[in-house]
């Protein structure tokens, strides 16, 4: 199964309130023919944006390969959250990988949120960027975790966030469902699909070759790469592979240890402004506690873009909007009468461990994926890492690439069944 193809039109954007309010996309050509170049990026996701844009400004002659178009997987359809930290609690990376470590993969989450914010001010990307997120508890028995949790963080980090009880919670985010939060002022939101095509504007810009609909069918390894396409061929010295979630059987390595996983997103219609602040009242994201997430935010144009429900399976529901609608209106009852104008899903890349999954290949190709539903800060920030490594500075690459990411059990040979099961598993203890 092919899951460029399996769910979606070549070339055309996932029907999503996305695509419909995004800045004009520019076109760029197809490969034809052969053609050479320092270094060829595979994928058009932050990952292979950041790290084109970063290694034309260093002035290597960059070539980024997408088989749809810049944006068009993941990176242009998520909740568009740009979050701190890593996936994985600072308390848990301390235990398992040692104080140091953690507070080392702490640093560079913090960077990568400036990083975004920095590349949206100097390139001028317009993406409705608001600062915010406030994570919510699904479970009584998780608001002290919660509590313990930002305690932590202040005491060992210097980080500060806001602990809301179940009264001050209600009053941020109308929903019954919760029972205590956090507020973590120092993350926020944005709109994907405008940031990634903005990161497209910039590295080409700076002199990075972007060809779309050129869909790479395999790599010949060697001291010279060859990239080949349906039509064409790069010639490179190195490469960085950034598919992430559409990696495919194009380097088994990865896909051992990198599982894609879909998610879905629903928008409801423009809502009357009362409501709306209602609903979030100080316009930050909401992301609650359960393991198969609930993701929500408001538009520009005050609609709720809500995210969430698990998936057991590769081909997308018939139904996305009446799918997750059913989650939303366990989240904000409220809104049972309210219309859902636009409804899809995407694929994104989990790991065993929920951390970002780097690595080398053979001495001149990189590979960076597995985000775990935290891309939008550090894809970005591990594109720019890769272009470092690129240019002989690895050691910032290598603090993620040290972190030891287990293989799936059976490998890609077992990822549906795999899948199947884990996401009923973790279905079923978001519910007890």
Same mark, same amino acid.
């Given at each position: 199964?092919n899951? =460029?193809?399996t769910?979606?039109?070549p070339?055309?954007?996932a029907?999503?309130?996305?695509?419909?309010?995004a800045a004009?996309?520019?076109e +760029?050509?197809?490969?034809?023919?052969?053609t050479?170049?320092? $270094?060829c !990026?595979?994928?058009g &996701?932050?990952?292979?944006?950041?790290?084109?844009?970063h290694?034309?400004e260093?002035?290597?002659d960059t070539? =980024? *390969?997408?088989?749809h #178009?810049?944006?068009w997987?993941?990176s242009?359809?998520?909740?568009?959250?740009?979050?701190?930290?890593?996936r994985?609690?600072?308390e848990t =990376?301390?235990?398992t990988?040692?104080?140091?470590h953690a507070?080392? *993969?702490?640093?560079l989450?913090?960077e990568?949120?400036a990083?975004?914010?920095?590349l949206i001010?100097?390139?001028?990307?317009a993406?409705?960027l608001?600062a915010g997120?406030v994570h919510a508890a +699904?479970?009584?028995?998780?608001?002290?975790?919660?509590e #313990?949790?930002?305690?932590?963080?202040?005491?060992h980090?210097g980080y500060?966030t806001? %602990?809301?009880?179940?009264a001050? =919670?209600?009053?941020?985010v109308?929903?019954?469902?919760?029972?205590?939060?956090?507020?973590d002022? &120092?993350a926020a939101h944005l709109h994907p699909l405008? %940031?990634a095509l903005?990161?497209a504007?910039?590295a080409a810009?700076?002199?990075?070759? $972007?060809h779309e609909r050129?869909e /790479?069918?395999?790599?010949?390894r060697?001291a010279k790469l060859r $990239?080949?396409? &349906?039509?064409? @061929?790069? @010639?490179?010295d190195q490469?960085?592979?950034?598919c992430?979630?559409?990696l495919g059987?194009?380097?088994?390595? /990865?896909?051992?240890?990198v599982?894609? $996983?879909?998610?879905?997103?629903?928008?409801t219609?423009p809502?009357p402004?009362?409501l709306?602040?209602t609903?979030?009242a100080?316009?930050m994201a909401?992301?609650?506690?359960?393991f @198969?997430v609930? %993701?929500f935010r408001?538009s520009?144009?005050?609609r709720l873009?809500?995210g969430g429900?698990e998936s057991?399976g590769?081909?997308?529901p018939?139904?996305i909007?009446?799918l997750?609608?059913k989650a939303?209106?366990e !989240?904000?009852?409220?809104?049972r009468?309210t219309?859902i104008?636009y409804?899809?899903?995407?694929?994104?890349?989990?790991?065993?461990n929920?951390l970002?999954h *780097?690595t080398?290949?053979d001495g001149?190709?990189?590979s960076?994926?597995g985000?775990?539903?935290?891309?939008?800060a550090?894809?970005?920030m591990a594109?720019?890492l890769a272009a470092?490594?690129?240019?002989?500075q690895?050691?910032?690459?290598?603090?993620?690439?040290s /972190?030891p990411t287990?293989r799936?059990?059976?490998?890609?040979?077992? #990822?549906?069944?795999l899948?199947?099961?884990a996401?009923l598993? %973790?279905?079923l203890r978001?519910r007890?």
């Amino acid at each position: 199964m092919n899951l =460029l193809y399996t769910n979606d039109a070549p070339g055309v954007d996932a029907p999503s309130w996305y695509a419909a309010s995004a800045a004009r996309r520019p076109e +760029h050509p197809h490969l034809h023919g052969e053609t050479r170049a320092d $270094i060829c !990026v595979i994928g058009g &996701g932050y990952t292979g944006l950041s790290a084109a844009l970063h290694l034309a400004e260093r002035g290597f002659d960059t070539v =980024l *390969l997408d088989a749809h #178009r810049v944006g068009w997987g993941a990176s242009g359809r998520n909740g568009g959250q740009v979050g701190s930290g890593q996936r994985v609690g600072q308390e848990t =990376l301390e235990k398992t990988l040692g104080p140091e470590h953690a507070r080392r *993969l702490w640093d560079l989450a913090e960077e990568a949120k400036a990083l975004v914010r920095g590349l949206i001010a100097r390139h001028g990307i317009a993406c409705d960027l608001r600062a915010g997120i406030v994570h919510a508890a +699904h479970r009584a028995r998780l608001g002290p975790e919660l509590e #313990r949790e930002a305690a932590h963080l202040a005491a060992h980090y210097g980080y500060e966030t806001e %602990y809301l009880d179940r009264a001050a =919670l209600r009053a941020l985010v109308d929903s019954p469902r919760y029972h205590a939060g956090v507020i973590d002022p &120092g993350a926020a939101h944005l709109h994907p699909l405008d %940031y990634a095509l903005g990161l497209a504007r910039a590295a080409a810009a700076a002199g990075a070759r $972007i060809h779309e609909r050129s869909e /790479v069918a395999g790599v010949e390894r060697g001291a010279k790469l060859r $990239i080949r396409t &349906g039509a064409g @061929v790069v @010639v490179a010295d190195q490469a960085i592979l950034a598919c992430n979630g559409y990696l495919g059987g194009l380097f088994p390595e /990865v896909a051992a240890r990198v599982m894609p $996983i879909n998610n879905f997103i629903i928008a409801t219609e423009p809502l009357p402004d009362t409501l709306a602040r209602t609903l979030i009242a100080n316009d930050m994201a909401v992301a609650d506690t359960k393991f @198969v997430v609930n %993701y929500f935010r408001l538009s520009a144009d005050r609609r709720l873009l809500f995210g969430g429900t698990e998936s057991y399976g590769y081909r997308f529901p018939k139904d996305i909007k009446r799918l997750v609608r059913k989650a939303m209106l366990e !989240v904000y009852p409220q809104l049972r009468e309210t219309r859902i104008d636009y409804g899809w899903g995407g694929t994104l890349a989990i790991t065993m461990n929920r951390l970002p999954h *780097l690595t080398r290949f053979d001495g001149n190709i990189l590979s960076a994926s597995g985000y775990s539903g935290h891309g939008v800060a550090m894809a970005t920030m591990a594109g720019a890492l890769a272009a470092e490594a690129m240019a002989g500075q690895a050691e910032r690459f290598d603090i993620l690439a040290s /972190v030891p990411t287990p293989r799936f059990p059976g490998g890609a040979a077992l #990822r549906s069944p795999l899948l199947a099961a884990a996401m009923l598993w %973790y279905a079923l203890r978001d519910r007890l």
